[in-house]
């Protein structure tokens, strides 16, 4: 994610310039619909806020072993509350369920992960709204076992 208070863009060089050097140097279909973000543990975070943040340039987004924090748990790159709440895949998604839906959504936690209540609540956040999702729990934790 972009850091918060003028911190590196770590988002815009994902979402924006990496999607365009790949879109330059190989034979993709640049479009949202064929064009898929994911990541592992805070990478999971990460990909879903920018699918959510970026609607238009992602249309799948994977999230493997998410780790997702509460505001009181965030490291200080997430800012302010307005700052965390605009890149808070649980926030977003309640906000943006429009274009929530536009995604095709992957959430993958081990049943022993120490952060499989906050997907598991992410999860039910989903359900109640309808928004489609793919939810698998598996067994493991958040170790390279599980990975």
């Known amino acids: 994610m972009d850091h918060a208070n003028n911190g590196p863009r770590f988002g815009d060089y994902i979402s924006q310039d990496l999607v365009s050097a790949i879109d330059q140097q190989y034979r993709t279909i640049p479009a949202r619909a064929f064009r898929a973000i994911g990541g592992m543990s805070m990478g999971g975070h990460g990909a879903l806020q920018l699918a959510l943040n970026n609607p238009n340039q992602f249309g799948i987004v994977g999230a493997h072993s998410v780790t997702l924090r509460r505001k ?9 509350e307005q700052y965390f709440q605009a890149h808070d895949p649980v926030k977003l998604c ?3 369920q429009a274009s929530a839906r536009r995604l095709a959504i992957w959430i993958d936690i081990g049943s022993s992960d120490p952060w ?5 609540r992410l999860h039910e956040q989903l359900q109640v ?12 934790g958040h170790d390279a076992a599980y990975w």
Request: aromatic residues 18%.
């Open 129 to 140: 709204t309808r928004i489609r999702h793919s939810w698998h729990v598996f067994e493991g």
């Open 94 to 96: 309640e906000r943006n």
């Open 116 to 120: 499989a209540g906050a997907a598991s």
């Open 72 to 80: 009181d748990q965030a490291f200080a790159f997430f800012g302010d």
